[in-house]
């Protein structure tokens, strides 16, 4: 798959540690269609850590700076915030270096501490 440069106001770059908790990750997100526009204002705005889509449009990664259960669930809450709805999808970067097809997190994981948090 083909994909358009990483976009982030904050310069992100992957960070491989040890561990895939304290790796840098990324929520997927397929089929992102009209909500696109939105994901990409707030990675500009800073609300998101980075982004990246697929050539054809059909994934977005959102990234976290580290795959701790705070971080992945800080960032899926802005992606509710926005509109993003559906099952996604967290994968460590080093998972990803490794060539691994493990995920970290299901957004099901996290829909009910969400859902507790005020608005």
Same mark, same amino acid.
């Given at each position: /798959?083909?994909?358009?440069? =990483? /976009?982030?106001?904050?310069?992100?770059?992957?960070?491989?540690? +040890?561990?895939?908790? =304290?790796?840098? +990750? %990324?929520?997927?997100?397929?089929?992102? +269609?009209? !909500?696109?526009?939105?994901?990409?204002?707030?990675?500009?705005?800073? *609300?998101? @850590?980075?982004?990246? %889509?697929?050539?054809?449009?059909?994934?977005? $990664?959102?990234? $976290? *700076?580290?795959?701790?259960? &705070?971080?992945? #669930?800080?960032?899926? #809450?802005? @992606?509710?915030?926005? +509109?993003? &709805?559906?099952?996604?999808?967290?994968?460590?970067? *080093?998972?990803? %270096?490794?060539? *691994?097809?493990?995920? @970290?997190?299901?957004?099901?994981?996290?829909?009910?501490? !969400?859902?507790? %948090?005020? !608005?």
């Amino acid at each position: /798959m083909r994909w358009f440069p =990483t /976009m982030s106001s904050t310069g992100f770059s992957s960070i491989i540690n +040890g561990s895939d908790h =304290t790796s840098s +990750g %990324k929520w997927i997100v397929p089929q992102p +269609g009209p !909500l696109w526009e939105e994901i990409e204002d707030a990675a500009i705005e800073g *609300r998101l @850590l980075a982004i990246k %889509k697929s050539q054809d449009h059909s994934i977005v $990664c959102v990234y $976290c *700076r580290s795959s701790d259960e &705070e971080t992945a #669930a800080a960032t899926l #809450a802005v @992606l509710r915030d926005i +509109g993003v &709805e559906g099952e996604l999808r967290y994968k460590s970067d *080093r998972a990803t %270096k490794q060539r *691994r097809d493990e995920y @970290l997190y299901d957004s099901a994981d996290f829909e009910q501490v !969400l859902a507790l %948090k005020p !608005l």
